[in-house]
């Protein structure tokens, strides 16, 4: 098969690696350009000075380092209060090198690098894996360090827990990439590391073809299709604090919410993180736009546009949504990176059959809009009130026997666990109405499990 026709995905593994100061001190201490930086366990009420503005009022919460060498800008830590520099730093490649080394060990996984440059990287060709460090994942308080279960009350100022990334190059084969999963868990599980995965972590899929380019225009119109139309079923099999409920997994729908009242509006819960429904929830309305108008603004005005890409990419929104198609009119020729499609919902993870089965989902969905771009043909739901069946869509997909199974399970789990629980309605704030109902008599569901816990295995890869 020719390479602008193959389907290819690759994994970004969000996750908080744990690190004792003797650790970080022994590596730095192996080099004779940091030997004489000081770790800093406590560096009191700081923060990251190059960050985004959703996190300027987030703490600083891991060590930091007295170092007399330039510092990256990214790196520069400011107090809270008075927004003077500190005259100390935080992470820049001290964690990813003990990772790094770790990654190494893997048979085939010796060329594992670290990757600072800006933007996403582009080239995957002298590595399986690359490492960067995730500024938008917070350290731990002391009370969540002991909470993890990875160190005791009297080791909890010692330890670390330092947001990094783990990139994956291309893979065509979900199977591989669950092997390959597993292998960076165990790895990073070994020899006195460790890591934790919460709920701010996550694990992004992006989809594309061999060669870079582009999929088709109606290919991406389809696929941004289904992708509206199933939001609600995918969400089912999520946790509540993944169901586009905040600014980095927005609801795709959002672009398409009408005023209200409506003739039949839905119904939702607005709930905290862990999907309990508090004192000070309120009840809201929404509704959408038909779906002869939304397919109208998918197909017929991006299809008339000077430009249709980049009328779809403006209809569609920026990167933080559930789906993020700002990536997918990336143009190689340009010097730019692959063009992709992200699927950001999913929780994080390095479970290998959370893997295999989304990689299969996602890539599987691909593939079925880009056979009704082949063919000319649509998915035969063409309004809100006709029957959104998950099932009819997975034998579409083809969808293997197994990951229906898998996701089967889920669904009930989680149905039975938060029943009341959906994603964030799509309404302004003038929408919201009857904002003193009151849920104290209302009985709170358990509270969301730990990211770690192992989940029943259906199938191996």
């Known amino acids: 098969m020719a390479s602008h026709n193959i389907i290819t995905f690759g994994l970004e593994y969000e996750l908080k690696l744990r690190l004792t100061k003797s650790q970080i001190q022994e590596e730095l201490s192996s080099d004779s350009i940091s030997k004489n930086i ?13 960050v985004g503005p959703q996190y300027l009022q987030n703490s600083y919460l891991n060590f930091a380092f007295r170092d007399s060498q330039p510092r990256p800008q990214r790196t520069t830590l400011v107090n809270k209060t008075t927004g003077e520099e500190c005259e100390y730093r ?14 190494q060990t893997i048979p085939g996984y010796q060329t594992t690098s670290i990757y600072q440059g800006k933007g996403k990287q582009s080239d995957f060709s002298s590595a399986r894996l690359n490492l960067t460090h995730d500024e938008s994942l917070n350290g731990l308080t002391k009370t969540a360090k002991i909470a993890t279960g990875l160190c ?30 597993q292998k960076i868990s165990a790895a990073l599980r070994s020899d006195g590391l460790d890591y934790h995965i919460d709920d701010e972590c996550a694990m992004h899929i992006h989809v594309g073809k061999q060669d870079g380019s582009p999929f088709n225009i109606k290919a991406l119109q389809h696929l941004a299709y289904l992708v509206l139309i199933y939001e609600h079923e995918f969400a089912r099999w999520f946790y509540p604090s993944r169901r586009g409920n905040n600014f980095e997994t927005k609801s795709n729908r959002l672009e398409f919410a009408t005023e209200c009242p ?17 004192e000070g929830s309120v009840e809201a309305v929404w509704n959408y736009q038909p779906l002869s108008d939304i397919r109208k603004a998918i197909f017929d005005d991006v299809d008339s546009a000077d430009d249709p890409f980049r009328a779809f990419v403006k209809l569609m929104g ?12 990336r143009d190689i020729t340009n010097n730019q990176p692959a063009a992709t499609v992200e699927f950001r919902q999913h929780q994080g993870t390095l ?46 997909m083809k969808l293997p026997e197994s990951t229906r199974h898998f996701y089967r399970q889920r669904i009930q789990e989680f149905d039975e666990r938060w029943p009341d629980v959906y994603q964030t309605p799509l309404c302004e704030p003038d929408m919201v109405f009857d904002d003193n109902v009151d849920f104290s008599g209302e ?9 770690t816990e192992e989940e029943d295995v259906q199938e191996k890869c």
Request: proline share 6%; glycine share 4%.
């Open 38 to 50: 000081q770790v800093v366990t406590d560096p009191g009420q700081v923060r990251l000075i190059h």
């Open 90 to 103: 935080g992470y820049s490649t001290e964690a990813l090198k003990i990772m790094q080394k770790r990654l």
């Open 152 to 181: 005791t009350p009297s080791e909890a100022d010692t330890t670390d827990f330092v947001g990094t990334e783990i990139v994956t190059a291309p893979h065509t084969s979900p199977e591989e990439a669950c092997d390959e999963v």
């Open 262 to 278: 409506s003739p039949e509006p839905q119904h939702a819960y607005l709930c905290d993180e862990a999907g309990n429904i508090t």
């Open 318 to 329: 920026d990167k933080g949504h559930i789906v993020n198609f700002s990536y997918s009119a």
């Open 351 to 396: 479970n290998g059959d959370d893997v295999l089965h989304w990689a299969r989902h996602c890539t599987a969905l691909v593939a079925l809009a880009q056979k009704y771009a082949d063919n000319n043909t649509q998915h035969p739901i063409t309004t809100w009130e006709d029957n959104i069946d998950i099932e009819h869509l997975w034998r579409e």
């Open 443 to 451: 009985e709170s569901e358990d509270s969301e499990p730990s990211m």
